[in-house]
């Protein structure tokens, strides 16, 4: 699909996956919309990137802040390319611990929220606008892209809410893809595994350390950069639809 005049909103712009995707789009021609809550990270990136690139505070679990963002993109150019890579809180506990305590509903329910249901609202909203595209001569009006995670298919101890939430986005892709193909709009799923991104808090050379050597090949965590690469194929490529592709090293996730 080209980008060039065409604008695209990437949610959770100013993160590890995020930012890296941003440039990527800048660099292959759209006006990219930095859809995040880390306003310092996000204002830096679009000053980073000039007049291609507008911050837009967004939260995902607030339709009028994501219709706000896709109507920002909007103004820059046909909304063409939505990805939806935002984060969220990690938790870290099992269902029942080891003192009898089960867990928290709230905690699960606020983490289903943030990954499940707004990357739908994302999706949804954002298909929407471009169902309002002049399609291009391929017949394309746009393409959505979600991001998953092997943890939707392999969850470790102490995931249920963040597994339950990345195998909806998973079980989403290709419902997703049959309704808005009569559109012209293509719903595609990144599911990554072991990526360095800032959330580790830690320097790099640390976190490769430390996970690296669970990865089988190659044997290091991710680079946020090979998943936006991925990502601006998924765009280009139009004959990718209705798939969530795996970008983990062959890794598959034990059960710690």
Same mark, same amino acid.
């Given at each position: ?6 604008? %695209? ?6 993160? +590890?996956? +995020?930012?890296?995707? #941003? ?6 021609? !759209?006006?990219? #919309?930095?859809?995040?809550? &880390?306003?310092?990270? !996000? ?25 706000? %963002? *896709? ?10 390319? &939505?990805?939806?890579? /935002?984060? @969220? ?28 249901? +707004? ?7 954002? &298909? ?10 391929? @017949? ?14 392999? @969850? ?33 799923? *990144?599911?990554? @595994?072991?990526?360095?991104?800032? %959330? ?6 640390? &976190?490769?350390?430390?996970? +690296? ?10 680079? !946020? ?7 601006? /194929? ?20 034990? *059960?710690?």
């Amino acid at each position: 699909m080209e980008l060039a005049g065409a604008s %695209a909103i990437v949610t959770g712009g100013a993160g +590890g996956f +995020g930012e890296a995707t #941003v440039r990527r789009l800048v660099a292959a021609g !759209a006006k990219v #919309v930095i859809a995040d809550m &880390a306003e310092d990270r !996000a204002k830096q990136l679009a000053d980073d990137l000039g007049e291609n690139a507008r911050f837009v505070h967004t939260d995902v679990t607030d339709e009028a802040s994501v219709l706000a %963002a *896709i109507d920002a993109a909007r103004e820059l150019g046909p909304l063409r390319a &939505a990805v939806v890579v /935002h984060g @969220g809180p990690a938790a870290g506990a099992r269902i029942v611990n080891r003192e009898g305590r089960p867990y928290p509903v709230d905690t699960f329910r606020r983490t289903v929220e943030i990954f499940l249901t +707004g990357t739908f609202t994302v999706l949804s909203r954002a &298909a929407a606008a471009m169902a309002e595209n002049e399609p291009l001569d391929s @017949g394309q009006r746009g393409v959505v892209i979600t991001t998953a995670s092997i943890a939707g298919y392999e @969850g470790q101890v102490g995931q249920s809410d963040y597994s339950a939430a990345k195998g909806g986005v998973i079980g989403l892709n290709l419902t997703a893809a049959r309704d808005l193909a009569p559109l012209g709009i293509r719903v595609m799923s *990144i599911a990554p @595994g072991t990526f360095f991104t800032p %959330a580790y808090g830690m320097p790099e050379a640390e &976190a490769q350390a430390k996970w +690296g050597p669970g990865v089988p090949n190659p044997k290091r965590m991710g680079h !946020a950069d090979e998943y936006a690469r991925l990502a601006l /194929h998924i765009v280009d490529n139009d004959y990718l639809n209705g798939e969530v592709i795996r970008i983990d090293a062959a890794q598959r996730f034990s *059960i710690k």
